[in-house]
């Protein structure tokens, strides 16, 4: 076969069949296509598109470029959720070990910060000790052990997906969802499990902003897994103001811990990430057949809260990654910013929009993030939201604590946040959590969910 014809191709609209996709994609991780041929392929795909059919192949042919793991010897439904990424997003910190002491192994391999949202492996990484590289054998023993594990992508998984996603990230080529979809599906299926949970963030905050765009990938994620024989459900959710109180890596870990230990989630600024973790947790447990109904898992989500039964959870999987359990034990212990400042409101009145993405850039300039690949992320870095959207603010209130080593960027990131905030005499109403539910059955408006 010819790159070039194949390219051709898919540039005049024409779909490819399998072993066209399979010559290409095969060719490409062998090194014999090279990246500027697989750069017009991508940006084909951008401006045509691609099948169902395509995109499930393409999905097959990366996850299969690899190792895949093996969990059937362990006893249960191995269940995962995977999050399109938001500001403030620290659900899978709460909700795997929720999820894990409830009798469901979690297998869970995550990723680092994407643009201005955070990721899972930074937060993580932001407990001392704490190890993400296990190799799959370790990965596998921490599940036996403990029926939870967080790790990173290894070499050995999906290697196709990780070569394209480089490509894909320097030849603006991410935002296109068969390739967005097959990239996520890839590593998820690759990971051992038997059932999937997907939240699809959508609004200001979300790598996914618009609205029909968050669905229409949800819609194909969802297909992608069902496809595979993996029971798969999906959430469109909001991320039009960030999700909790907590934004920066060990700031949300703190907020996490305390969530898990009834200290924050009700009647306060956490309580909309914890009625997400709730609905995520719950679906977890029902499709892992611990619960007969969506509402029946997410009161057991709640119980293993309440009873602290999640909490220890987490502090047996952070101690066998490696972590310092005692500095989850006794938070203040942890060592402190520097540069600490506060934001206060400039007028009274009632929040009426937090601009989420502003939020998340400010936070990388605190260090909280990534400006290039190798810049160090500092885990003091970040800020704790004092007000949220529909909150009543008096002039001279805090509405933002911030933390951050470098005193260079304090009076920036004090214009920025507020600028952030939008202050109105009128309140509005808090936006609502989550959109819509989307299985192989279709798609379900929440409240009729």
């Not at 905030?421 to 936006?431: C, D, G, L, Q, S």
Request: glycine share 10%.
């Amino acid at each position: 076969m010819n790159a070039a014809e194949l390219i051709r191709k898919k540039r005049n609209g024409k779909e490819l069949d399998a072993k066209e996709l399979e010559y290409l994609i095969g060719a490409y991780v062998s090194g014999e296509v090279p990246d500027y041929q697989m750069s017009a392929f991508l940006m084909a795909c951008y401006f045509r598109g691609m099948t169902p059919q395509e995109t499930i192949t393409l999905t097959r042919l990366m996850l299969y470029s690899g190792r895949t793991i093996d969990l059937s010897d362990i006893p249960g439904l191995k269940v995962d959720k995977h999050s399109t990424g938001g500001v403030g997003d620290k659900v899978s910190l709460i909700l795997a070990p929720i999820v894990a002491s409830c009798g469901i192994p979690v297998p869970m391999i995550s990723g680092r910060g994407l643009g201005h949202t955070g990721g899972t492996l930074d937060k993580l990484e932001s407990i001392p000790g704490f190890r993400t590289s296990l190799s799959i054998e370790e990965y596998r023993d921490v599940i036996k052990k403990v029926g939870v594990v967080m790790i990173g992508q290894t070499n050995e998984i999906v290697p196709a997906d990780k070569k394209m996603y480089a490509l894909r990230d320097v030849t603006a080529t991410v935002e296109c969802i068969p390739l967005i979809a097959g990239s996520i599906m890839s590593k998820k299926l690759a990971e051992g499990i038997d059932a999937l949970v997907l939240d699809i963030k959508t609004g200001r905050g979300a790598f996914m902003q618009k609205y029909t765009d968050a669905r229409e990938l949800g819609k194909t994620l969802v297909a992608i897994g069902n496809d595979f024989g993996k029971e798969t459900i999906g959430f469109l959710t909001d991320m039009n103001q960030p999700l909790g109180t907590a934004i920066g890596n060990w700031l949300e870990v703190v907020e996490s811990v305390e969530c898990l230990a009834a200290l924050k989630g009700v009647n306060d600024g956490s309580t909309d990430l914890m009625e997400v973790t709730h609905v995520l947790s719950g679906a977890m447990i029902m499709l892992g057949k611990k619960a007969a109904s969506l509402e029946e898992g997410i009161e057991q989500s709640r119980e293993a809260v309440s009873s602290g039964r999640a909490l220890e959870k987490f502090k047996q999987m952070v101690t066998i990654q490696g972590g310092d359990r005692r500095v989850i034990e006794q938070l203040d212990s942890y060592p402190k910013a520097r540069c600490p400042f506060e934001v206060r409101a400039t007028t009274s009145g009632y929040v009426t929009a937090i601009d989420s993405l502003e939020l998340g850039m400010t936070g990388i300039a605190l260090g909280a993030g990534r400006q290039r690949v190798d810049d160090r992320i500092d885990p003091k870095a970040g800020m704790i939201l004092e007000k949220k959207i529909g909150d009543s603010v008096g002039a001279g209130e805090i509405i933002v604590r911030a933390f951050t080593d470098r005193d260079d960027a304090v009076e920036s990131a004090q214009t920025r946040i507020h600028s952030a905030f939008a202050i109105r005499e009128t309140r509005v109403i808090k936006p609502a959590l989550i959109h819509e539910m989307i299985s192989r059955d279709g798609i379900q408006s929440w409240n009729k969910a």
